[in-house]
C-alpha cells in the first residue's frame, strides 16, 4: 500500500480533514474546533491543494464534503425523544467509526489526513494498518490515560495548540505546536472603544464570568456579558443575582457581526479563566479587533497576551479592577499587530503546510 501520492507535484497535496460531529463547519454559533478546521479547508483550498472534508450536517466549504451524519449532535440534542444520556457520545464514536471506514476504503485518495475530533487518539490503532500519515491535532487538554495511550504510538503525530497543553504530559512524542489562527479580515482594528469591558464565553465556573462582574463592579464600570452554554445551578445562584440590567448586562450567546462589533467596540476583554484552557479563540479575536486582554495566567493566557503591552495578566478580583482602571495605558495598534505576527490564519496555514510536506516527504523515503 503507498504511502501518499508519489506522483504528487508540490504544494499540490492531497488533504483529508476530519471535523467533529458537534456542529457544522463553519459553526453557525459556538465551535472552535469547527472554526479552525474550516479555516484549514479554505486556507488548504487557497494555495491550491486537493481538500476532502470530513463532517455532519450541511456543512459549507469549497472543499469535497463527505457527510458521514445526516445531523450534527447539536441538532439531535434538540430531539426531546432522545432521553438517553449517553446518546451523543454514542452519535459520535458512531460518526468516528464512519469516518474510519472511509478512510480504510479511500486511503489512497489522501497524501495526509488532519484530525481535528476531540477523541482522535481513537484513531492511533488505524494507523498500523494504513501507511497515509494522520496529523492529530489536540483542541482539549490531555490526561494521564491518553497520554499513556498516545506515548505507545511512535507515529502519533501529535500537535498541539500551545505549549501549556504539553505541562505535565511528557511522555507524549510531540510533532509540534502550532498556534490556532483567525482571519484579520473579519476582526478589523478599531482605535476608538465604547465605554464598556466584554467578558464573552461559556457562563461555567471555569470561564469564571463571575470574577469579571465583581472586578467590573469594583472599578465602576459597564460590563456586558455574552455567551451561551449556561451551566446550571452556577448560573441561577452566581451569576444571575448579579446582573441589574445597568452596569451588568447579559446578551445571550451572539454570532456573526454582532460578536465582532461588540469586540471592536470593548474597551478590553475580561478572561479570567480558572482551567488550563488549551488556546482561548475569543482572546486572539479580541486582540484583533485592537481591545486589550485582561486575563488569568492559566492556560495558553501567557503565551497569547503580553504583560503590559497587549494587556494585563493578573491573579484576582482586586487585580483585575486596577487593571481596568489603567487600561488605556495598553496601544490597541500593538495587539492588532501581535494578531498579524503570530496569531493569523495565513501564519497557521502556514505552519501546518511545511508540517504536511515533512511528514509526507518522510513517508515517502520509508
Known amino acids: 500500500m503507498p504511502c501518499g501520492n508519489k506522483n504528487m507535484q508540490k504544494r499540490k497535496l492531497k488533504i483529508a480533514i476530519i471535523a467533529p460531529p458537534f456542529t457544522t463547519v463553519p459553526p453557525k454559533g459556538h465551535g472552535g ?8 479547508v479554505e486556507g488548504f ?11 455532519a450536517g450541511k456543512c459549507k466549504t469549497s ?24 446518546r451523543p457520545l454514542r452519535i459520535e464514536t458512531t460518526y468516528l467509526a464512519k469516518v474510519m471506514e472511509k478512510i480504510i476504503k479511500k486511503e489512497k485518495s489522501f497524501d495526509i489526513i488532519f484530525n481535528h475530533s476531540k477523541n482522535n ?15 492529530n491535532i489536540l483542541h482539549l487538554p490531555l490526561f494521564k490515560e491518553v497520554e499513556d495511550f498516545y506515548s505507545k504510538f511512535k507515529n502519533a503525530n501529535i500537535v498541539t495548540v500551545s505549549n501549556n497543553q504539553r505541562k505535565g504530559f511528557s511522555k507524549i512524542n510531540y510533532l509540534a505546536t ?10 478589523k482594528l ?11 464565553g ?21 460590563l456586558i456579558l455574552a455567551g451561551g452554554k449556561i451551566r446550571e445551578p452556577y448560573f441561577s445562584k452566581e451569576i444571575k443575582p448579579l446582573i441589574d440590567g445597568d452596569k451588568i448586562k447579559y446578551l445571550g450567546e451572539v454570532y456573526g457581526e ?47 497576551v503580553e504583560d503590559k503591552k497587549t494587556g494585563f495578566i493578573i491573579k484576582n478580583v482586586l487585580e483585575m479592577a486596577k487593571a481596568i482602571e489603567k487600561i488605556d495605558e495598553i496601544d490597541r495598534k500593538k495587539c492588532r499587530e501581535r494578531v498579524e505576527k503570530k496569531f493569523s490564519v495565513e501564519k497557521m496555514i502556514d505552519e501546518y503546510e511545511k508540517i504536511a510536506f515533512k511528514i509526507v516527504e518522510k513517508c515517502l523515503k520509508i
Open 190 to 200: 478599531s482605535e476608538k472603544p465604547k465605554d464598556y469591558f466584554l467578558f464573552l
Open 178 to 187: 502550532v498556534y490556532n489562527g483567525i482571519s484579520t479580515e473579519k476582526f
Open 63 to 86: 472543499a469535497k464534503f463527505v457527510q458521514i451524519l445526516k445531523q450534527t449532535i447539536e441538532e439531535r440534542k434538540k430531539d426531546t425523544t432522545l432521553t438517553e444520556s449517553f
Open 258 to 304: 454582532t460578536k465582532i462589533n461588540l469586540l471592536k467596540n470593548a474597551r478590553a476583554l475580561l478572561f479570567p479563566i480558572k482551567w488550563p484552557e488549551p488556546f482561548g479563540l475569543v482572546t486572539i479575536e479580541a486582540m484583533a479587533c485592537g481591545t486589550p486582554v485582561i486575563a488569568y495566567p492559566n492556560g495558553a493566557v501567557p503565551e497569547i
Open 45 to 55: 483550498k487557497g494555495r491550491g491543494h486537493q481538500v476532502t472534508l470530513f463532517g
Open 33 to 40: 474546533t469547527e472554526r479552525i478546521a474550516y479555516e484549514m
Open 121 to 135: 487518539y481513537l484513531f492511533l490503532p488505524l494507523t498500523r494498518f494504513i501507511n497515509t500519515p494522520i496529523i
Open 202 to 222: 461559556a457562563m461555567g465556573a471555569h470561564k469564571n464570568p463571575k470574577d469579571a462582574i465583581m472586578a467590573a463592579k469594583r472599578a465602576n464600570v459597564k
